[in-house]
């Protein structure tokens, strides 16, 4: 048996960049950072930051290139994957990423990306194992097919 998750709360650092797959599938891909705080031998206090690459696919993607913006603070869960490859130099390089599965929106409705909330938006965007895509909310969602505008979002 083994385990494979991640689970981070942070702010992102940069708009989640967006791209196609030649299959057309979306690709969405952000910073997030998170802090820890801790006393030294000496009691002073000392911070570390920690930067996680998240890589979200499909609808969970598309979601995420819409609503997430730099700075706003955001519920990540997913699961590790690392990558190597041969730099122009030579070198072998690492790059590890968090493969979302699952994305909330942390900051209250109406509250500026510059700060942060405790208040969650209720609002859940997760894919399921089978590479399935929805949306949980509290409330209902439309069921119609059409754009949906910023001021019809209930949060």
Known sequence: MSLNRAQVIGNLTRDP?????????????????????????SGQRQDKVEFHNIVAWGKLADICGQYLKKGGKVYVEG????????????????????????????????????????QPREVSLSREAKGLDQITENAPLAKSEEEVAIDDLPF
């Open 79 to 118: 699961r590790l994957q690392t990558h190597d490859w041969q730099g122009e130099d030579g070198v072998k390089r690492y790059r590890t990423e968090i493969i979302a599965d699952n994305v909330i929106m942390l900051d209250r409705k109406g509250a500026s990306t510059e700060g942060y909330s405790s």
């Open 17 to 41: 960049e967006i791209r196609q797959t030649q299959g057309g599938k979306t690709v969405a891909s952000f910073g997030v950072a998170t802090n820890f705080s801790w006393t030294d031998q």
